[in-house]
């Protein structure tokens, strides 16, 4: 339908190679809204009869509910599908539609469009697991747990204080999102396609339909996706996050930690051995971090040296950024259901807690302050005597006998400083994350 005029027929295979026709099934529902908020404003501003604004948007409420006929539409992109379609059903009076507006301006407003409605999900779900692992937390302040680093067996700790951990990291990728919520909630229509439009359009009226506000210049507003860039960075970042987070629950659901139960919609079983209970679930969100990673790469690679101004290559990079925000979507609500649904196992913990000598650096520590010595020194004394123990009662036994102290596992969650798993420490982090997630909640209500 565009080029005709100018370029005449295009082949089956230029048209196939170019159209994103399907890739546009995605954001069929947001192409629409934007043209619907331009005819507003062509109507707002006077700039097309009446009844023909009125007529063009009744259509296109219409095609909102049902958009199933634009794909059997030849077409180079669901732009040109609607007016093709507009066009069959009212003749030229769909003509009035495209005054003042470009592809460039529309798809920017539909990918925004669609960004926005996703963080604001993304959002919700991370609010609300917040919110779970909040709970579950406070039913595990006393729950003795070994702390690891390179996998092995550390410190004391507890399992409030190992969920707490995720909860602050949440809190960070919650203020990531509403970040780049900000900068993906400003409308490019009116923009045209890259030096604005002599049709004296209000773009702040229009604007407001949709957004919060309004990308002032029009090269910006149409030739830059970088709040695409933006808002899957921090999808991304968020996802290789709670990658680790997957690979912890697949590693304490094993026989060998037992620490966890997963629920059991969220396990699958072998096609050969009736014993296996496989963590699919987290498999699948442990490799959707790399995923991610991947389409972001992908992403960025089209985007990277384009020179200003859209350039179709802008058109491949959408196909990786809407992957990226409905796979961290799809992959935050696996997450609140399975820890929804997770069951705890504190005895095995508690057997991983007493097996290894993990209170062997609160000992180090105590005889440190107490004799005055070099904390190395002792560090040295320490790892002397564990060397030269054949278990850890005898390794607990002779510390006994040579420093007096008597140290348990009780006692060794409860460290002074901040942020420590001691249950006070604890509880006082969990009034700080209930506060903080009213906040959030009563900000994410207020967009």
Known sequence: MYRKALL?????????????????????????????????????????????????????????????PLFSIEAEDIHEAVEIYLKKKIGGDEGYLPLGKSRNDHVACALRLKTKKILKEQIKEVLSLRKVLIEKAKENLQTLMPSFTH??????????HYLCSIVETLEMYTDMLF???KVVDKSPLGAGAIGGTTVPLDREYIGKLLFSSVVENSIYATSSRDFLAVACSADVLLSISLSRVAED??????????????????????SMMPQKKNPVTMEVARAWGGEALGHFVALMTI?????????????????????????????????????????????????????????????????????????????????????????VEEFYSRISKKYGIDVSLEEGILKPVLGSPDPEQVKNFLWRAEKKLEEDSRKLKEI
């Open 8 to 68: 005449g027929e295009t082949n089956e295979l230029a048209l196939k190679y170019i159209s994103s026709m399907e890739e546009d099934r995605e954001i069929v529902g947001e192409v629409i809204e934007c043209l619907i908020a331009h005819v507003k404003g062509l109507l707002h501003s006077e700039l097309i009869p009446p009844d023909k604004g009125e007529l063009i948007l009744m259509e296109l409420l219409e095609l909102k509910k049902n958009p199933e």
């Open 151 to 160: 996998l092995q067996p550390a410190q004391p700790s507890t399992f409030a």
């Open 179 to 181: 970040f780049a919520l």
């Open 249 to 270: 629950l697949i590693i304490f659901s094993t026989p060998n930690f037992n620490y966890i139960q997963l629920p059991r919609e969220h396990l699958a079983t072998s």
């Open 303 to 391: 985007l990277k040296g384009l020179p200003t101004g859209y350039n179709l290559d802008m058109q491949e990079a959408n196909k990786h950024a809407l992957k990226i925000l409905q796979g961290t979507l799809e992959t935050l609500r696996i997450f609140k259901n399975a820890f929804e649904g997770i069951k705890i196992n504190p005895e095995n913990m508690i057997r991983d807690s007493k097996v290894f000598p993990i209170l062997a650096t609160d000992i180090a520590e105590k005889i440190a302050l107490a004799t005055g010595k070099p904390y190395r020194d002792v560090y040295v004394e320490i790892a002397s005597i564990i060397r030269d123990s054949e278990s």
